[in-house]
Structure formats: structure tokens, C-alpha cells
């Protein structure tokens, strides 16, 4: 799977988040058209539950190294970028691209997948009922707010002649961990 991701988006200057990425994907012929369907209803039904903090659009021509490439297979997913240090310490995880392979309608592995898909990996520990942890239990309602502290402003955010260029206004760690 081959996200189009925060190095190099597509912007919506009309969207409510005008800086919002617009994350392509690419369902290559190893999945039949049934897949490729709940696939779609997937994305739709996770930008939904997110609050729109990523935009998901299908492309019908394979993405190259960017965005998110499907095919068929066991649940597995690789995401492709470099990771800096943000100004308070953290990792900042700037997807490039992903490839991914899925097996079946299951919404919650689904979910999963694109996650990892996104940069975001595993977080919890087992028995914690959540779509970031190994093995997948669970998408909660906290999973779902997750999205909203990492805008994709703050992670579009390249570091240029060794600065940062993030807009304080997108800035949203929390100083208290």
C-alpha cells in the first residue's frame, strides 16, 4: 500500500482544513472487485471516524514511491520515510509511502494496516481492547481521538537548512508527558 503522505500531499484549497494531505492509494489486480469495494467503504467509513484528519483518494494507476500500495496477502504493512526529532523531543514519523497487504473484510485489521500505513505504530500493550496494539482487538473511541492531536499540518512540517518550519498554531504535544 503506498500512502501519499506528509512530504508530499495534494492540497485542497477549498476543504474545510485547507492544509489538509490528501493520502492516495493504489489497489493493485491481486485483489477482485468485491475487495476492492469493501476496501473503498473502509477508507470512507475511517476518514468518517477520524473527523476527516486525513483524506484518503483512490488512484486507478500504480503510485510509484509514493502514497499507499494494496495488494492481497496475510496482514502486513511497511511504511517507508525518515523519522526527526521534533523541537520538544519527540519522533516525527513523515510517511512517504506504504506498502500493505490485506486479507479479508475485517475492519478492524483494516484499520490496522492503514494505520501502520499512516506511521503510527503499535502503542499498547496486549488485552487493551485497541486497533494499536498487537494483536488488533479492538478500534475504540480512543483510537479514533488519537488522530485528532496529529494533524497533518504539524506532520507536513519538513525540516529545511536544519530548521524547522511547523507552525506554532499545529503544534499540539503535550508538555505534561
Not at 491481486?30 to 469495494?37: G, I, R, S, V
Request: glycine share 6%; net charge negative; proline share 5%.
Amino acid at each position: 500500500m503506498h500512502i501519499k503522505g506528509s512530504l508530499n500531499g495534494k492540497r485542497r484549497p477549498t476543504h474545510p482544513r485547507p492544509n489538509q494531505d490528501t493520502i492516495e492509494f493504489f489497489q493493485n489486480n491481486t485483489l477482485n472487485e468485491t475487495m476492492k469495494e469493501i476496501n473503498r467503504g473502509y477508507f470512507i467509513q475511517l476518514q468518517a471516524d477520524e473527523n476527516n484528519s486525513y483524506i484518503f483518494e483512490e488512484s486507478f494507476q500504480p503510485l510509484g514511491n509514493m502514497g499507499i500500495h494494496i495488494e492481497s496477502g496475510t496482514n502486513n504493512t511497511q511504511s517507508y520515510g525518515n523519522t526527526f526529532e521534533t523541537p520538544l523531543g519527540h519522533n516525527l514519523y513523515p510517511v512517504i509511502y506504504a506498502n500493505t497487504t490485506l486479507f479479508g473484510g475485517n475492519p478492524i485489521v483494516f484499520v490496522h494496516e492503514i494505520k501502520r500505513a499512516l506511521g503510527f505504530h503499535e502503542v499498547a500493550w496486549a488485552g487493551t481492547e485497541s486497533v494499536m496494539e498487537t494483536p488488533v482487538q479492538n478500534y475504540s473511541q480512543e483510537d479514533k481521538d488519537i488522530a485528532q492531536h496529529f494533524d497533518r499540518p504539524y506532520w507536513n512540517a519538513v525540516y529545511k537548512d536544519n530548521k524547522t518550519w511547523i507552525d506554532a498554531n499545529n503544534l499540539a504535544e503535550d508538555l505534561n508527558d
